[in-house]
């Protein structure tokens, strides 16, 4: 049974900081990992989607990368802002369906 | 950009109570998503559905229906509700199988039973 670990669970850092999030799986027959972000009290947002063929995607102060034979995921943000604080997700697609497993997050809080 | 709206933000309703969360998406998307998050849990699959009138259970159907009866509305009923159905509740759309297959999501339910 795929479960999917994100550590950790909270992270607190000032403002003009790199910061590596991490999310693990234990199953690599993955199709695709997509990292979202969500708002106190509101939706995800799509931020990235990695196909299980792909090493790594890149949008703007974002870069996540997709290592399948460790089952491991890194989200790496550039340069933290306050307004990146949020909770931070990862979700992978299991196989051919369509269903995303969740993993459970990590707040981030950046520090003016 | 894919639009995907929830018929309320917050909602409070009885022990008991037949509840109906609506959910539309304008992108002509096939699939169709409803989650439930709670703390501690994640996001938790209910049901989804990939065509009109189709659905398939998802990890915690139990207490739940669903209805798709055109492809741009997919609702979520709670037969009965009752207190462990408090939850924040996430609907999400995406393109079919092939391909990439992003999920969006809409804004979220918050749904209270008192």
């Known amino acids: 049974k795929q479960e999917v670990t994100q550590i950790p669970a909270a992270l607190s850092v000032p403002e003009g900081e790199n910061l590596v999030l991490n999310c693990s799986f234990t199953?690599?027959?993955?199709?695709?990992l997509q990292w979202f972000r969500q708002d106190p009290g509101k939706g995800l947002t799509s931020l990235l989607l990695i196909q299980s063929s792909q090493r790594e995607q890149t949008s703007g102060r974002l870069n996540a990368s997709l290592d399948k034979s460790s089952g491991r995921s890194t989200l790496y943000i550039a340069a933290s802002q306050p307004g990146d604080s949020a909770t931070y997700l990862c979700a992978v697609r299991r196989g051919a369906t369509n269903k995303l497993i969740f993993g459970t997050g990590t707040l981030l809080a950046v520090q003016p | 950009d894919v639009k995907v709206t929830q018929s309320s933000r917050y909602l409070v309703k009885r022990t008991g109570e037949k509840v109906f969360l609506e959910c539309v998406q304008d992108m002509d998307h096939e699939n169709m998503f409803w989650y439930r998050q709670d703390p501690g849990l994640g996001l938790r699959l209910i049901y989804f559905?990939?065509?009109?009138?189709?659905?398939e259970k998802g990890d915690i159907p139990e207490g739940y229906s669903v209805s798709r009866e055109k492809k741009e509305r997919f609702s979520l009923i709670l037969e009965s509700a009752s207190t462990n159905q408090t939850s924040m509740y996430l609907c999400a759309s995406s393109p079919p199988r092939q391909g990439v297959n992003e999920q969006y999501f809409g804004p979220g339910t918050r749904l209270t039973v008192t």
């Open positions: 559905s990939y065509d009109v009138k189709m659905k």
């Open positions: 199953d690599s027959a993955i199709y695709n």
